[in-house]
T-cell receptor
């Protein structure tokens, strides 16, 4: 069965510092990969997605993620964090065939300190 | 604005009651997905409908049911509510070729 692991429950970074959020997946084949962000009391917004091709994917709000097949990882990065990036971040996998539903990790809560 | 509309935004009810959550997918999208987000279970896929037919089922309780109507809106019915059903319930539409766009959610509080 597919699974998504986000090993960091909570991360605190200083504004302007770099950020990396980890995501590992377990799946029979390379799935579609996604990162979503959820601000407090809000819905989920898609940051970026990986389907195929270039393993470094650019997203919105200055985020990027790198797919590493050998490590079954899809880590999210941002070179310089802004206070408005404080939110919950979810990694998700989707099947390449089938119903298109997504399976989510447990999320990483990001706190940004001045 | 994702184009996915959910009502109500907030709902407070008592144990044992029944509620209905409503979702309108993005214009032209035939699919509707329902997810539950709770503190202890995280984001769980409940069920998917495609053009009125159930397409996939996840961790949906027997007390819960859903349907999609001819105009493509969907309703999620939650009955015999328990305290543990308090959660955010999200509806989503497909984003071709893969991925989902989510509504703002319906927050259910069971007292």
């Amino acid at each position: 069965a597919q699974s998504v692991t986000q090993p960091d429950i909570h991360i605190t970074v200083s504004e302007g510092a770099s950020l990396e959020l980890r995501c590992n997946y377990s799946y029979g084949a390379t799935p579609y990969l996604f990162w979503y962000v959820q601000s407090p009391g809000q819905g989920l917004q898609l940051l970026l997605k990986y389907f195929s091709g270039d393993t470094l994917v650019q997203g919105i709000k200055g985020f990027e993620a790198e797919f590493k097949r050998s490590q079954s990882s899809f880590n999210l990065r941002k070179p310089s964090v802004h206070w408005s990036d404080a939110a919950e971040y979810f990694c998700a996998v989707g099947e390449r065939t089938g119903a298109n539903n997504l399976f989510f990790g447990t999320g990483t809560r990001l706190t940004v300190i001045p | 604005d994702s184009g996915v509309t959910q009502t109500p935004k907030h709902l407070i009810t008592a144990t044992g009651q029944r509620v209905t959550l409503r979702c309108s997918p993005r214009s032209g999208d035939l699919s509707v997905y329902w997810y539950q987000q709770s503190l202890d279970q995280g984001l769980q896929f409940l069920i998917q409908y495609y053009n009125g037919e159930e397409r996939a089922k996840g961790n949906i309780l027997e007390r819960f049911s859903a349907q999609q109507f001819p105009d493509l809106h969907s309703e999620l019915n939650l009955s015999s509510l328990e305290l543990g059903d308090s959660a955010l319930y999200f509806c989503a539409s497909s984003v071709p070729p893969a991925g989902l766009t989510f509504g703002a959610g319906s927050r259910l509080t069971v007292l």
